[in-house]
């Protein structure tokens, strides 16, 4: 069984990248749930940092605990419902670079595996041929010694899509406690899989834009 200890990152606090009258993005840190669990230990969350300064504003989406990067949150009702749709409808354009072990033969292709609960150790996921359709993109950006530096584009959003797409292609990624072996856990202090960039349709303006924070692998 994955024993889960949760010690959330104290630096950054809350690293703010944009903010308006409808909308909030954050870069969020690695070890930092985006909201609470049944736990009163998962208080300190992505949404509750954000509320106790913009109490209004609402979770959109979500990041794994243990992935980095770029969220977005609404902070009205009509906003919110705007990007939730976005999301729903697969219109929402998301990026992100990880670093898996080994290297990758193919430079470029799609996984397109389906995924569901794996019943013997939840919240694990596991390949199912009755489980939801999950599909998701992939290029090699670099060839690293022992590793390879991934861009992975979802087209769905399972739960830990990324981080099975990448252990059935036999390149589990560094540092994930989940599915990798000891090895490639010990490879790296944190799980090196990051939101890089988001691309939504503002719900106010309509214009598209696009949010980016740099990968730190």
Known sequence: MHIFTYRPPSIP????????????????????????????????????????????????????CDTSGIMIFARTKKA?????????NRQAKKV???EVQGHMQALEGKVNFALGPNPDTPPFQMLSETGKAALTYFRVLEQRTNTTLMELKPH????????????????????????????TINASKRLNLHAQSLTITHPYTQVEMTFFSQHPF
Do not use: C
């Open 96 to 98: 992100y670079i990880a």
């Open 13 to 64: 606090w809350l690293d703010i990248r944009y903010k308006d009258r409808d909308i909030i993005v954050i870069n969020k840190p690695s070890g930092l749930l985006s909201n609470p669990g049944r736990s009163p230990d998962t208080h300190d969350t992505a949404i509750t940092r954000l509320q106790q300064r913009y109490p209004e504003a609402i979770l959109i989406h979500r990041l794994d």
């Open 80 to 88: 919110e419902s705007h990007l939730k749709t976005q999301f729903q």
């Open 156 to 183: 769905t959003g399972r739960t830990h899509q990324l981080r099975v797409h990448m252990l059935a292609l036999g390149h589990p990624i560094l540092g994930d406690e989940f599915y990798a072996d000891k090895a």
